[in-house]
T-cell receptor, first 112, second 109 residues
């Protein structure tokens, strides 16, 4: 596609429910990143995929968070048993190594 | 891990003024990007600048990788420049993109 696409754009969920967030990277981009941005804060690294290599999961805040990527295409970020502290904007970016990263519009998650 | 600090944290300018934003990083990096996050939350690419100087209209950036800093210059600021400016560095060995603390800019008409 023309840009990084994320869905849904907004998600309201009840505390304790599981949610799945989706990211469609730019076609041909081998690297994909997930970030979390709480209100008024900076971008917090969550996970990084590069081609078929093992992902760098060092930023995932707890075992309730997981992410998958199918080859060099779509990625899903799953949050299990959501808590109010998970409320944030989740941003996805993609790039080819050695070039600039491009971000999607983000998914605003609200846990009530 | 690498630390990425930006200064100043907040900046208020009158329209037409010039400003310099700074990004310091604590370790060697593969590359560096500057982004503008507009009031609607969208991250807009400004510069991909692992080293040297680039210019794009009223904006320019310089990265001195050996001294571990980058500068973003905004000249003749406009109200549409308001938002948060982030630098992000790609760490050597891990290839993660780590974001700086951000500079929140408000330009007054």
């Amino acid at each position: 596609g023309a840009g990084v696409s994320q869905s849904p754009s907004n998600k309201v969920t009840e505390k304790g429910k599981d949610v799945e967030l989706r990211c469609d990277p730019i076609s041909g981009h081998t690297a994909l990143y997930w970030y979390r941005q709480r209100l008024g804060q900076g971008l917090e690294f969550l996970i990084y995929f590069q081609g078929n290599s093992a992902p760098d999961k060092s930023g995932l805040p707890s075992d309730r968070f997981s992410a998958e990527r199918t080859g060099e295409s779509v990625s899903t970020l799953t949050i299990q048993r959501t808590q109010q502290e998970d409320s944030a904007v989740y941003l996805c970016a993609s790039r080819t190594q050695g070039t600039e990263a491009f971000f999607g519009q983000g998914t605003r998650l609200t846990v009530v | 891990g690498i630390q990425v600090e930006q200064s100043p944290p907040d900046l208020i300018l009158q329209e037409g003024a010039n400003s310099t934003l700074r990004c310091n990083f604590s370790d060697s990096v593969n590359n560096l990007q500057w982004f503008h996050q507009n009031p609607w939350g969208q991250l807009i690419n400004l510069f991909y600048i692992p080293s040297g100087t680039k210019q794009n209209g009223r904006l320019s950036a310089t990265t001195v990788a050996t001294e571990r800093y980058s500068l973003l210059y905004i000249s003749s600021s406009q109200t549409t420049d308001s938002g948060v400016y982030f630098c992000a560095v790609e760490t050597r060995g891990t290839y993660k993109y780590i974001f700086g603390t951000g500079t929140r800019l408000k330009v007054l008409a």
